[in-house]
């Protein structure tokens, strides 16, 4: 055998780079869903956590203690295996069958416990990002005729967001290394797929050694843009 | 000047004769030496291999092999507690000396460990709830839930590439999604289902089909090209049978007094049938 072909039968072959591949998508697209829905539910929880009403705060306090202190691993676990035997037999049949343009259960319950694990963390750096942001633009703000919710989306939040941008971004990389935890219960990501890959060809440094590539490709792309992100912010003067 | 190149040189052959003199130990006097058998075994398939809730202790049917042959070989067991997807990783980055855990034989993974001669016959079978599942013809139709790592997926996906297969990390985790509905069956060795099924509190609800997709010989795994260890494996199993041990050890596990009772299927040392595929 020449050196080219030995060096080939090292090499995945292409049916099984293309389950990686898939796998990376939908790792892909599972973080993208997450990191939007989770912002949008962070902005709600910051906004609770700062609220004048201390019924919001402390829900939101119960919130933060209960999705921050567990392990995701733990809370995926419950999503998929412990909280379906609290819904009645027939709903859960529902869910468990496939339908089309709906996420089987697998993806769904994943997704849930994902987000909102994701929530407790981006709503924090939310929560500090406006911290960041004087007090005199609130006062500014409810003095022309705000109310603090109108005061939070114009004048707070964007300033907010410019604050904690950095931190943001690194939770946003949290999050997308977070899905591979998904494949315990049945998200077929690229950690799944990797696993696969393994179990098939038993070519373990090259199953595991390209999804590494993915992953770290992945969280490198964040990476440059936190960086564009925090050059533009220098040179922008700060309101 | 002429002095250094010299001594350079010696010292590479001397460097190389030493490792050359490493590569001639095999892995059987490295067990010797240590004293220490590691042997990587389940920790979550009973009767194989499993965690006693009484004693937490690893106990099982392999751990009993494993155990016997370790006292034959006058040393110490450690076990490595693995999942299916580990197996071989646990033996090619030389964590564990010998993988006693439900090992289905198959060409390809022979091309990466050794194994010995059989020591269990199973098939792979399938848990459903009652009147779910009556025929082989319904399995295309079904979401099924088996084992990462194993090859069980290899062959539903060769033969059934319609049906919805769902992988988990073990058999107790697609026992789980069974009993609360994410998957209408799961496919595993008709051992461990028969021990699954006898252990679960509403068993009278679930049924283990008559249906056999393949026929599984399990055997033992080392290294590729640790022949001296497999040869000291392969002898004590062969013994083990003749003085009536390897029987002992499965009436424990599988007698008609245990828990998973099931008829046997293989004496080992039995010649092989041509793999089922």
């Given at each position: 055998?020449?050196?080219?072909?030995?060096?080939?039968?090292?090499?995945?072959?292409?049916?099984?780079?293309?389950?990686?591949?898939?796998?990376?998508?939908?790792?892909?697209?599972?973080?993208?869903?997450?990191?939007?829905?989770s912002t949008l539910l962070g902005v709600g929880f910051a906004a609770a956590r700062t609220s004048t009403r201390s019924g919001a705060r402390r829900l939101a306090a119960l919130y933060l203690s209960a999705f921050r202190n567990t392990?995701?691993?733990?809370?995926?676990?419950?999503?998929?295996?412990?909280?379906?035997?609290?819904?009645?037999?027939?709903?859960?049949?529902?869910?468990?069958?496939?339908?089309?343009?709906?996420?089987?259960?697998?993806?769904?319950?994943?997704?849930?416990?994902?987000?909102l694990y994701a929530t407790a963390f981006v709503g924090e750096e939310l929560r500090a990002g406006m911290r960041g942001v004087p007090d005199?633009q609130l006062q500014?703000g409810t003095?022309?005729?705000f109310t603090r919710a109108q005061v939070l989306r114009?004048v707070t939040l964007?300033?907010a967001?410019?604050i904690a941008?950095?931190?943001?971004?690194?939770?946003?990389?949290?999050?997308?290394?977070?899905?591979?935890?998904?494949?315990?219960?049945?998200?077929?990501?690229?950690?799944?797929?990797?696993?696969?890959?393994?179990?098939?060809?038993?070519?373990?440094?090259?199953?595991?050694?390209?999804?590494?590539?993915?992953?770290?490709?992945?969280?490198?792309?964040?990476?440059?843009?936190?960086?564009?992100?925090?050059?533009?912010?220098?040179?922008?003067?700060?309101? | 000047?002429?002095?250094?190149?010299?001594?350079?040189?010696?010292?590479?052959?001397?460097?190389?004769?030493?490792?050359?003199?490493?590569?001639?130990?095999?892995?059987?006097?490295?067990?010797?030496?240590?004293?220490?058998?590691?042997?990587?075994?389940?920790?979550?398939?009973?009767?194989?291999?499993?965690?006693?809730?009484?004693?937490?202790?690893?106990?099982?049917?392999?751990?009993?092999?494993?155990?016997?042959?370790?006292?034959?070989?006058?040393?110490?067991?450690?076990?490595?507690?693995?999942?299916?997807?580990?197996?071989?990783?646990?033996?090619?980055?030389?964590?564990?000396?010998?993988?006693?855990?439900?090992?289905?034989?198959?060409?390809?993974?022979?091309?990466?460990?050794?194994?010995?001669?059989?020591?269990?016959?199973?098939?792979?079978?399938?848990?459903?709830?009652?009147?779910?599942?009556?025929?082989?013809?319904?399995?295309?139709?079904?979401?099924?839930?088996?084992?990462?790592?194993?090859?069980?997926?290899?062959?539903?996906?060769?033969?059934?590439?319609?049906?919805?297969?769902?992988?988990?990390?073990?058999?107790?985790?697609?026992?789980?999604?069974?009993?609360?509905?994410?998957?209408?069956?799961?496919?595993?060795?008709?051992?461990?289902?028969?021990?699954?099924?006898?252990?679960?509190?509403?068993?009278?609800?679930?049924?283990?089909?008559?249906?056999?997709?393949?026929?599984?010989?399990?055997?033992?795994?080392?290294?590729?090209?640790?022949?001296?260890?497999?040869?000291?494996?392969?002898?004590?199993?062969?013994?083990?049978?003749?003085?009536?041990?390897?029987?002992?050890?499965?009436?424990?596990?599988?007698?008609?007094?245990?828990?998973?009772?099931?008829?046997?299927?293989?004496?080992?040392?039995?010649?092989?049938?041509?793999?089922?595929?």
């Amino acid at each position: 055998m020449s050196l080219f072909e030995a060096a080939q039968a090292q090499l995945l072959s292409p049916i099984y780079l293309g389950w990686l591949l898939e796998g990376w998508l939908t790792t892909l697209w599972a973080a993208l869903v997450v990191i939007v829905v989770s912002t949008l539910l962070g902005v709600g929880f910051a906004a609770a956590r700062t609220s004048t009403r201390s019924g919001a705060r402390r829900l939101a306090a119960l919130y933060l203690s209960a999705f921050r202190n567990t392990p995701l691993l733990v809370q995926l676990f419950f999503w998929y295996f412990g909280a379906p035997s609290l819904l009645p037999q027939a709903a859960r049949e529902w869910l468990n069958a496939g339908h089309r343009f709906w996420p089987s259960f697998e993806v769904l319950s994943a997704l849930v416990g994902l987000v909102l694990y994701a929530t407790a963390f981006v709503g924090e750096e939310l929560r500090a990002g406006m911290r960041g942001v004087p007090d005199t633009q609130l006062q500014a703000g409810t003095a022309l005729g705000f109310t603090r919710a109108q005061v939070l989306r114009h004048v707070t939040l964007p300033q907010a967001i410019r604050i904690a941008a950095s931190p943001l971004l690194g939770q946003y990389m949290n999050i997308v290394k977070n899905t591979s935890l998904a494949m315990a219960v049945g998200l077929v990501e690229l950690s799944y797929t990797a696993r696969q890959v393994e179990a098939e060809t038993f070519k373990t440094f090259q199953a595991f050694g390209f999804a590494t590539l993915f992953y770290v490709v992945t969280i490198a792309a964040l990476e440059l843009l936190s960086a564009r992100l925090s050059r533009r912010q220098a040179v922008l003067p700060r309101a | 000047m002429k002095l250094r190149p010299l001594i350079l040189c010696g010292i590479a052959a001397f460097a190389s004769l030493a490792s050359l003199q490493s590569a001639w130990a095999d892995r059987l006097d490295d067990i010797r030496k240590a004293g220490v058998l590691r042997v990587a075994a389940f920790d979550g398939n009973p009767p194989f291999g499993y965690i006693d809730a009484a004693s937490k202790k690893q106990v099982g049917h392999d751990i009993d092999l494993a155990t016997e042959y370790a006292k034959s070989l006058g040393v110490r067991l450690e076990l490595v507690p693995t999942n299916p997807a580990n197996r071989i990783p646990l033996l090619t980055s030389g964590k564990a000396d010998v993988v006693f855990a439900s090992f289905t034989i198959t060409d390809e993974r022979a091309k990466v460990v050794d194994f010995t001669t059989p020591y269990f016959l199973v098939g792979q079978q399938f848990l459903a709830k009652k009147g779910v599942l009556a025929d082989a013809e319904q399995i295309k139709d079904l979401r099924i839930g088996t084992e990462k790592g194993t090859t069980m997926e290899g062959n539903l996906r060769a033969r059934y590439p319609q049906a919805r297969v769902v992988l988990y990390d073990d058999s107790p985790f697609a026992l789980a999604a069974l009993r609360n509905g994410n998957v209408q069956a799961i496919t595993n060795d008709g051992v461990k289902l028969t021990a699954q099924w006898n252990q679960l509190p509403d068993k009278a609800n679930y049924e283990i089909p008559p249906i056999t997709v393949s026929k599984e010989y399990l055997g033992a795994a080392v290294p590729k090209g640790e022949t001296r260890l497999l040869e000291s494996l392969n002898g004590w199993l062969v013994e083990s049978e003749r003085n009536g041990r390897a029987l002992a050890i499965y009436n424990t596990w599988f007698g008609p007094n245990s828990s998973a009772p099931l008829p046997r299927l293989l004496k080992i040392g039995d010649a092989r049938l041509a793999s089922a595929n």
